[in-house]
Nanobody
Framework: QVHLVESGGDLVQTGGSLRLSCAAS????????MAWYRQAPGGQREMVAG???????TYADSVKGRFTISRDNAGNTVFLQMDTLKPEDTGVYYC??????????????WGQGTQVTVSS
């Protein structure tokens, strides 16, 4: 079992910055990748950034150049640095972790979400 807890969401103005954190506990040695997803009000959940156990990162086009995903040295915490925030970045941000090797049936885990609101 993997448990994820997000923190850092807040209300900010357009152009502001936030750093989200996701702390993992449990069978963290089984995690092979982690990601941040978001869900806008009335919208569907979409991936905004991901990072593999090897440090390879990927970003949605809408956040490239503004968001940065990273991990601490132990791999227990993943961060999402969000700069130059826009109103369209508003939503609930969820931490995701996958266990198991690529190209296998992998088990997903989700945090409870943290609210990010960007005012115009």
């Amino acid at each position: 079992q993997v448990h994820l807890v997000e923190s850092g969401g807040d209300l900010v103005q357009t152009g502001g910055s936030l750093r989200l954190s996701c702390a993992a506990s449990g069978s963290i040695g089984s995690i092979t990748s982690m990601a941040w997803y978001r869900q806008a009000p009335g919208g569907q959940r979409e991936m905004v950034a991901g990072i593999t156990f090897g440090g390879l990162t990927t970003y949605a086009d809408s956040v490239k150049g503004r968001f940065t995903i990273s991990r601490d040295n132990a791999g227990n915490t993943v961060f999402l640095q969000m700069d130059t925030l826009k109103p369209e970045d508003t939503g609930v941000y969820y931490c995701n972790a996958l266990t198991g090797a690529p190209n296998t049936r992998r088990t997903p885990y989700w945090g409870q979400g943290t609210q990010v609101t960007v005012s115009s």
